[in-house]
């Protein structure tokens, strides 16, 4: 039975330039205090442009009912548990986003005077030094504005340091498990990649990255918790290996929410990390943006941070561009400062108790998933889960219905699929991060829902196999969309322009 | 809940972790706080910046007006609280927005096609650079010196280890790109030439004349566009290969350097390197219309190490906040808007000792004896002056850079003005 939804009016819309009329607009200007220039004067007549054609003409309540209507189209957090694996959909609370609009932030110009950006670098200063204690690193930067902008920013200073060494090196080891974005990065920073096996219980096969490990490998990019939930046992030991061939190890920080508190990245032998603040550090996904990839470093890599970096003076932030060492800017400015923002305030309401808290609270919402679904659903690795579970579809599979028809249909009953066929070594992965801002009730409406879904797999797959049933939108058709990509809107060639 | 699983505490569920590896000390954090403290903290933060001042800082970042339906739209938790829209049959809403925006984007460049948004200006110009070496099978790229100099530093971090050589393009007497200085770099090796219009100091580049030099010898010309609002008024790069931007000035608050929203446009058949996320429309198995993400085999998740960029994400929620600013200016309004910002630079610009007679849009550079100095006495009136080019331009020491927009006041303009005659 489907608990969480019922059938409800959703409107239909017309695309903004489908519902243009010439003349119509919704601002305001002032009234011109200056004279008026002529544009064809001042800047030369071909210089200016006749029109934007086909720009959209509507009206400012138009315009609001517009994205209203589109938004109602939408799933989020706010609707409900969003359990994408590695992604961590938690709460995003609403004080961060009034805090990150107070008007002397959120004004602030990037190069007004030093002076008068005190409160602002302090932003910076004190989420670099909260971040810092959390992964037990010896320094942050904040500029990176995505997780992979600050894999992109760590592999190159994991270069410089080997270059300082003597030598780049050619590879950067990766294992199966991985995100994409990591085998792009290396490639961005001239490095080779060499895939690493995961072993039977879904962890880095130690013996083959120590077959793999000499003086050509300047880096290894681990993930960890892996993306299978699991933690990395022997974390110390590879650290170790790869240190003692003089290479480096990366640890890709997306899944950190099953970390702060309970263990330190700095502690156990990562050089350089990044952390996804719009994952554990609850700043709003947006649809796919802004994030921010905040990179923490071990002392060795400090010189090498992109700059500026901030300095003291007295009882005054300055920032200090005359870093010899640095790969340079990877951004203009300081990086994504109303996420910074966000992000600590997030620290600043849970304190240090209260984040240790939350990644209890993650780590027990994801085993009590996994302790329901086990008995219809086959776990992907039998260890230990963290923050994520992941399945398999094998059983499901034999009927005919894989994870991408479970994740369909689960929308029908009300939640955002999980995350789906990833990992890659799992095969038809379902990999299900509940975070620690789900209430009980939600987690057993979402198991509920997982079980009858299991049910129907057996009893009437080609339901589960068409799903979604009940959306505004059925299934799309994401093949012709590739084939032949309509990717803007064109005026129609039929209808001559009003 | 913890007896279903079969454990007595929380702190179980940690047991497993190896005790080498386990912090057992409390976190260095102070206890955490109300919402009221919270709120509290940051509001002491800001009064410690600039407050209630009149600014005449561009350089990348503008002061324009944020239309109240911005946030009305963007607070709306089903767009500020979902995920990339993967599945599209419950992500249509911001699916259908990014429709609208790639369209917007091509309307304002005269371009073909537009992705869904990148990082923000600094990072588009790497990715156009690329895109445009990975079309060419070339590896030179030339950039001007006029174009934003965190953008050309960001293309140098980005190119060092790519087998990318980068040079520079000097600017003539007048503060456009030297044509002389491009033809003699000009070389067959050359995969892209980058240009910004308006550049750096506010003035128009030939882009015409360029795009023909640079075509001719069978490179890409790449332009950049940092202020978007000058999209309202001038004759977009039509000519360029690739555009590539920041729009910021559309509703984004500078927010002391971001978060932004970059572009990357470009003609049709370059569609296949286009990085980051595009979304594109289909029908849904009734037959009706629908969008989904598209052509995810460019990217790194299919792609892994062959991708056309690592980028994983775009700025949804910030090409929202600029969508729904062109819907609400649109045609008729971003061009009024455009006007005003001319009408009160070139009002200023008219008191002052240009730098470069070159046609500027709403931002110039002035000679003056000490920009320190006058910004100092400036600063008393409550007034940010301009930005000193000495930084950036070590030549141009006695030169600042002044913008003006719709939001300048014509009487702190007297009063700047009046400042540099007695200076």
């Not at chain 1, 505004?472 to 005026?491: F, G, N």
């Not at chain 2, 984004?252 to 003609?267: R, V």
Request: proline share 5%.
């Amino acid at each position: 039975m489907i608990k969480k939804v019922s059938k409800h009016i959703v409107q239909n819309e017309l695309l903004l330039f489908e519902q243009s009329s010439p003349g119509k607009w919704g601002y305001q200007l002032p009234p011109l205090d200056v004279p008026p220039v002529d544009a064809a004067k001042a800047l030369g007549k071909d210089n200016v442009r006749s029109e934007i054609e086909d720009f959209p003409e509507v009206s400012e309540f138009e315009a609001l009912r517009h994205f209203t209507r589109l938004s109602t189209w939408n799933y989020a957090i706010d609707l409900g548990l969003y359990p994408l694996g590695s992604c961590t959909m938690k709460y995003n609370p609403r004080v961060n986003e009034l805090v990150a609009r107070t008007e002397g932030l959120a004004w602030a110009h990037p190069y007004q005077p030093e002076a008068l950006a005190q409160g602002c670098m302090e932003v910076i200063a004190a989420l670099e030094r909260a971040l810092e204690e959390i992964t037990g690193m010896a320094a942050v930067t904040l500029q990176p504005a995505a997780g992979a902008h600050g894999e992109f920013t760590g592999i190159l200073m994991i270069r410089a340091l080997l270059e300082e060494r003597g030598g780049a090196r050619k590879k950067i080891l990766v294992p199966d498990s991985a995100h994409g974005t990591n085998p792009a990065t290396a490639t961005m920073v001239g490095y080779s990649v060499e895939n690493i096996k995961s072993n039977s219980r879904g962890m880095v096969d130690v013996e083959a990255l120590a077959k793999a490990v000499n003086e050509d490998v300047a880096a290894l990019m681990i993930t960890n918790p892996n993306t299978v939930g699991v933690f990395e046992e022997n974390i110390r030991k590879i650290c170790g290996l790869l240190h003692e061939k003089g290479a480096l190890v990366y640890m890709d920080g997306a899944n950190m929410n099953a970390l702060v508190g309970v263990a330190r990245p700095g502690d156990f032998g990562v050089d350089v990390m990044h952390l996804n603040l719009h994952k554990t550090f609850s700043t709003p996904h947006g649809g796919g943006g802004p994030g921010s990839g905040a990179v923490a470093v071990a002392e060795v890599l400090k010189p090498f941070l992109p700059g500026p970096r901030l300095k003291r003076a007295g009882n005054q932030w300055q920032w200090n561009y005359d870093l010899p060492h640095s790969i340079g800017r990877v951004r203009a400015f300081y990086g994504n400062f109303g996420v910074l923002v966000r992000a600590l305030a997030y620290v600043m309401a849970h304190g240090g108790n209260g984040l240790r808290q939350a990644t209890l609270d993650a780590l027990l919402n994801a085993n009590y998933l996994r302790i329901l679904l086990e008995p219809h659903y086959d776990i992907a690795y039998n260890a230990p889960s963290m923050h994520e579970c992941v399945f398999s579809d094998d059983r499901q599979a034999k009927k005919g219905v894989r994870t991408g028809d479970i994740a369909k249909r689960l929308i029908d009953y009300g939640f955002h699929p999980y995350t789906v066929s990833f990992p890659l070594i799992v095969h038809g992965a379902l990999m299900i991060e509940p975070t620690e801002t789900e209430s009980k009730q939600e987690l057993d409406l979402f198991a509920d829902a997982m079980i009858s879904i299991a049910k129907e797999v057996e009893e009437n797959p080609d339901l589960v196999r068409k799903a979604p049933h009940l959306t505004r939108t059925p299934r799309v058709d994401e093949v012709t969309a590739a084939r032949k990509p309509i990717v803007r809107w064109k005026r129609p060639a039929a209808a001559p322009q009003s | 809940m913890l007896a279903t699983i079969g454990l007595k505490s929380e702190e179980d569920l940690i047991s497993y972790l190896p005790s080498d590896v386990r912090f057992s000390k409390k976190l260095g954090i102070e206890d955490g706080k109300s919402e009221y403290e919270i709120v509290d903290y940051f509001k002491a933060l800001a009064a410690r910046n600039a407050n209630g001042c009149a600014s005449f800082l561009g350089a990348g970042v503008y002061h324009h007006y944020r239309p109240v339906l911005v946030d009305a739209v963007v607070s709306r938790g089903e767009f500020l609280t979902s995920y990339t829209p993967y599945q599209a049959e419950i992500s249509q809403g911001t699916l259908t927005s990014i429709f609208e925006f790639q369209t917007m984007v091509c309307q304002l460049t005269g371009m073909d096609v537009a992705n869904a948004s990148m990082y923000d200006g600094s990072s588009a110009v790497p990715e156009g650079a690329m895109m445009a070496v990975r079309i060419t099978h070339r590896d030179r790229v030339l950039i001007a010196r006029t174009v934003h100099p965190e953008y050309r530093e960001v293309l140098r971090t980005y190119t060092q280890h790519q087998g990318i050589p980068l040079d520079e393009i000097g600017y003539a007497k007048n503060g456009q790109l030297d044509l002389d200085d491009l033809k003699k770099k000009l070389s067959d090796d050359v995969a892209a030439v980058i240009v910004q219009t308006p550049n750096f100091f506010g003035l128009l580049e030939q882009v015409k004349e360029i795009a023909a030099l640079v075509q001719a010898k069978g490179a890409l010309l790449v332009v950049v566009v940092a202020e978007a609002v000058a999209l309202g008024l001038i004759e977009p790069p039509r000519d360029a290969d690739i555009v590539v931007g920041e729009l910021q000035s559309f509703a984004i608050s500078p927010s002391y350097g971001g978060p932004y929203a970059g572009i990357i446009a470009t003609k049709e058949k370059y569609i296949r390197q286009i990085p980051g996320r595009l979304v594109g429309e289909t029908t849904d198995a009734e037959g009706k219309r629908a969008f989904c993400l598209t052509l995810a085999t460019r990217e790194q998740h299919i792609r892994r190490d062959k991708a056309t960029s690592n980028i994983c994400t775009n700025q949804a929620l910030l090409a929202l906040m600029a969508t729904v600013f062109m819907t609400v200016y649109g045609k008729q309004g971003l061009r009024e808007l455009a006007e005003q910002n001319l009408a009160k630079a070139h009002y200023l610009a008219g008191k002052l000792d240009l730098q470069f007679d070159a046609p500027f849009f709403n931002e110039f550079v002035v000679r003056v004896n000490s920009p320190e100095k006058i910004n100092a006495r400036l600063l008393e009136k409550k007034i940010i002056g301009g930005l000193p080019l000495d930084r950036f331009y070590p030549e141009l020491k006695n030169c600042m850079l002044l913008c003006a927009t719709e939001m300048t006041r014509r009487e702190d303009m007297d009063t700047v003005a009046a400042a540099f005659k007695t200076q």
